[in-house]
Each structure stands twice: as C-alpha cells, then as structure tokens.
C-alpha cells in the first residue's frame, strides 16, 4: 500500500507541459477515448490544451478565458511532483452561447481507478460556476469509455443523445458518441 505525502489540483503553467505531455500522449495514440488525430503532434496538442490566460474562446467577444489544470502527486521523494491528471475548461460556444462551459479530461494511464478524475472533475466544476457557467456539456464522450460514461453519470451529467457510429475505435470499430449535459447549481 502507497500513502501519498500530498495531491495539489492548481492551474496548468507552461512549465507543466512536458508533465502533461508525458500522461496525454499514450491517450492519443491509443485513440480509443478521444476525437484528436492519433498522429497529432506534441506543438498541435500544447496549443489545443495549454491555451494562455488571457485567450478566449471566440476570439474576443467571450469574458470568459480558457484554463488548463493539473493534479499532481507527491510521494515525497526529491523528485519534483508528477502530473497525473490534467482537464481543460472553456466556453463551449461563443458569444451568446458562452455561458455554456466544456471541458476535457484526461488521467495518467497508470493512475486510473484512483479516484483523480473524480477530483478533478468536482474542481472543475467548481470553477465553472465560479466563472459564472450555467451548465457544462461534453459534446463526444466515447460510449465505449465505460469509466467516463459511469463518472459523469454519477456527478449528475445526463445523456440527451448518442451519435450511432460517429467514433472510430480502433478495436470495437464505429462506436457512438455521447453528447452529456449538466446545469450548475445557481
């Protein structure tokens, strides 16, 4: 049994990146959860999910930024603290449709089952309403990523429709995606 020294959930640094490349990029080349090219490059990727503070989702219009987050763990050691979860938060339109956030997620391939993206997901959540979301929807949650489809469902998120046969996995073949919704608390 591992006791960890310590988990800190604060925003993603540029500094963070090969930290959050190093857990990212197994999950992209899997291409089993997520829409990205499996082919995507490391500067295609940092730019998709590192935004700077200050860039908005439209371009402008939009008061409200996009944010990268990371978990990280400490056992304690000299090493420095790694990464293990990261997610993304932005509006999921522009404009007059930016009270709507959206966020990814995504956990270390070897920390799955630990409870990280649970946590993430309840600080995230807690960011969206602290930014003034009226709700946060996933556009494409892989019906075949049963983990994620069960952790969204257990925090509230409902299913309002599944695309048959838009997702491409690599071993089920053409799988649906699911398009989550849930309204924050006012």
Not at 24 to 33: D, N
Not at 40 to 54: C, G, N
Not at 112 to 130: D, P, Q
């Amino acid at each position: 049994m591992r006791t960890l020294a310590s988990m800190l959930i604060r925003q993603a640094t540029a500094t963070d990146w090969p930290g959050i490349w190093a857990l990212m990029e197994p999950i992209i080349r899997a291409g089993e959860t997520y829409t990205f090219a499996t082919d995507s490059s490391e500067e295609f990727m940092q730019s998709q999910w590192l935004p700077a503070e200050s860039l908005v989702h439209d371009g402008g219009a939009c008061a409200r930024v996009c944010r990268s987050y990371v978990l990280t763990e400490e056992t304690g050691g000299t090493s420095a603290p790694m990464i293990v979860a990261t997610a993304l938060l932005h509006p999921n339109f522009p404009g007059a449709g930016s009270h709507i956030a959206n966020a990814s997620f995504m956990v270390h391939p070897n920390h799955g089952g630990k409870g990280y993206g649970r946590l993430l997901a309840h600080h995230v959540l807690n960011a969206a309403f602290a930014d003034g979301y009226k709700a946060m929807v996933f556009n494409a949650v892989v019906e075949s990523n049963a983990a994620a489809v069960r952790l969204w469902q257990s925090l509230g998120f409902e299913i309002l429709a599944t695309i048959p046969g838009a997702f491409e996995h690599p071993v089920h073949g053409p799988v649906g995606l699911h398009l989550m919704y849930k309204a924050l608390a006012a």
